[in-house]
């Protein structure tokens, strides 16, 4: 039979367990979301494919993405687009690669959507792999086709 000093001491532990164990998961995630940004750059685009669509083009080509900022990370993005008769782009995009976004590093997929006349902007949704398991975010961007440069926001939580 175990002595009373035994006994108190299990109980003791078994309560510091149950409380540590209920208390790890509300510590390791966040849901306060963290706000950031930087700059992208867009390479010039490959032409996969195009097909007429009535009297608009629709065209399939990818490229090279890079960000640097709150992400930081290059990669290659698909993308798949209607031009219409005046040359405006509607298009939708993924992108994945390994980057880091604020000192973590694994895989991050994205997918973008947007508008394209000369300047391209559009709206983002970001979802980490990997050691990025858990960040999950929305943000903006817009750039110039000349040069390729823009700029992007990005708001995330790290469940």
């Given at each position: ?39 992208l750059e ?47 782009e509607k ?34 949704v970001a ?33």
């Open positions: 039979m175990r002595s009373a000093r035994s006994r108190l001491t299990v109980g003791v532990l078994s309560a510091a367990v149950v409380t540590l164990a209920a208390a790890v998961p509300s510590a390791l995630a966040s849901t306060d979301p963290v706000t950031g940004g930087g700059t867009l390479g010039p685009p490959t032409l996969i494919w195009e097909h007429s669509l009535g009297s608009s083009l629709i065209t399939d080509e990818y490229g090279s993405l890079s960000f640097a900022g709150t992400i930081a990370g290059a990669g290659t993005i698909n993308v798949l687009a209607l031009v219409s008769p005046a040359g405006t298009f939708v995009a993924q992108w994945s690669a390994v980057a880091t976004v604020d000192g973590r590093t694994g895989v991050l997929d994205m997918s973008l959507d947007g508008t394209d006349n000369g300047t391209y902007s559009g709206n983002l979802y980490g792999t990997g050691q990025l398991a858990g960040i999950v975010g929305q943000g903006q961007f817009t750039g110039q086709d000349a040069t390729g440069a823009g700029t992007y926001t990005l708001k995330y939580v790290d469940r």
